[in-house]
């Protein structure tokens, strides 16, 4: 089946007791024993697992073309959870533009536990290779990369994972897959802050990984999935199925208007110093991108002159965009990067993201009236 056919029915059929087209939501926290003791139905106790959440496992895994997945309260719960399948000691290679809260779990949490981290810029493979050592168990993708929209070259990189005993595991928030495949380009693994695009609605927090073998790693991360805890409530199952529903059609109309906005952004010298899209001929990483996007995706990052005051004027003067930090729901958001990045960061840990750069998230408004709005804004 098509994408957008497996979008609509993966996961969810017919509910054959009642008709109801649309799932129901299954609060309960446990579930009835058979008299011989056994739990034919399937399910046990909702730590371990309930129809929504299995729905929705079962829906990414086939949307990534995986073999299993295993859902988390929030992306960084399941990234956590991916780090701490590896044993302390153990090495990992991430890009140095990886999303912060990414590089905080590497640094200001699991560095204390025994991880050790190399942070590379992942567009350079002479850095991939050389920050390999005997120990390291995983490399670690972002691409597009948050917030700079640094491509990695997916296929590339998971080679020389494999080449030297590493898995390869790929955050594919920014583009979901509807746009980029990770596992059909050679990754073990792909996250997602589901969060995003695919919940597609900014009302519900979540994660998933979803692996291309349900090997031992991928047990480590069911373990924890289901001993630790750290799960989405039945109705954040719904909500992320109900939004991939209609993901396909999101995620074009996203890319559509990201393509016009960045365009626009491009044609103001005046203001402008740097747009970032993939999309962009100039972009530095546009010729991967084009090879293992289908297309760009939603989010542009933008310099502009005069500095961080610059930056905030503009985003003060905005009308139709939101000022808010996240992305991938229908309103578009701008955000001044650098600060929410460094909010209550010790003196020293700042992530180095461009004082004058500001991220938007290209909604689903007609790309025209954000255009005007922006124009407005930056004069
Ligand atoms: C690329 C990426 N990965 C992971 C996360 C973390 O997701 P969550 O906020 O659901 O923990 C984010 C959040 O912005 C993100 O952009």
């Known amino acids: ?19 109801a087209v649309t799932p129901a939501i299954h609060p309960s926290t446990t579930f009835e024993r058979d008299e011989d003791g056994s739990y034919t139905r399937g399910y046990v106790y909702a730590r371990v697992g309930n129809p929504n959440r299995r729905a929705l496992e079962e829906c990414l895994v086939s949307l990534e073309g995986g073999a299993s997945c295993a859902v988390f309260a929030s992306g960084s719960a399941a990234t956590m959870a991916v780090f701490q399948s590896l044993s302390p000691g153990d090495h990992v290679v991430a890009p140095k533009d990886v999303y912060h809260g990414t590089a905080q779990i590497l640094t200001n ?58 898995a390869c595991v790929c955050d594919n928030t920014w583009a979901t897959p509807a746009l980029q495949r990770p596992l059909e380009l050679g990754a073990d693994m792909v996250v997602h802050a589901t969060t995003k695009y695919l919940g597609g ?8 990984v979803v692996a291309k073998n349900d090997d031992n790693l991928f047990q ?27 993901l396909p059609y999101r ?40 090879r293992q996007m289908s297309l760009f995706g939603g989010m542009v990052s933008v310099q502009i002159y005069g500095g961080r005051d610059a930056a905030m004027k503009v985003a003060a003067k905005v009308r139709l965009f939101t000022r808010a ?26 992530t180095g993201t461009p004082e004058n750069l500001l991220r938007l998230s290209i909604g689903l408004e007609h790309p025209d009236d954000l255009i005007q709005d922006l124009v407005q804004a930056l004069e």
Not at 220 to 237: H, K, N, Y
Not at 332 to 350: D, K, T
């Open 220 to 246: 480590r991360i069911r373990l924890i999935q289901v001993t630790a805890g750290a799960i989405p409530s039945a109705f954040d199952c719904w909500l992320v199925l109900r939004g991939i529903r209609t």
């Open 201 to 208: 609605h900014s009302d519900v927090t979540s994660g998933a």
């Open 1 to 19: 089946m098509r994408f957008e056919t497996l979008a609509v029915h993966a996961g969810h059929d017919v509910d054959p007791s009642t008709g």
């Open 325 to 350: 930090t996240s992305l991938g729901g229908t309103d578009s958001l701008i955000e001044h990067r650098a600060s929410v990045e460094n909010y209550g960061v010790e003196p020293g840990q700042e």
């Open 251 to 290: 995620m074009r109309a996203h890319s559509e208007n990201a393509t016009a906005v960045a365009a626009f952004l491009n044609r103001d010298p005046a203001s402008v110093e740097a747009v970032y899209y993939p999309g962009l001929r100039g972009h530095p990483g546009h010729a991967i991108a084009a």
């Open 109 to 166: 949490i699991l560095a204390h536990w025994g991880l050790e981290t190399t942070f590379v810029d992942m567009t350079d493979l002479t850095q991939v290779e050389q920050a390999i050592r005997l120990n390291t168990r995983l490399i670690w993708i972002e691409t597009p990369s948050n917030p700079l929209l640094k491509i990695t070259d997916i296929e590339t990189v998971a080679d020389i994972a494999h080449r030297s005993g590493a």
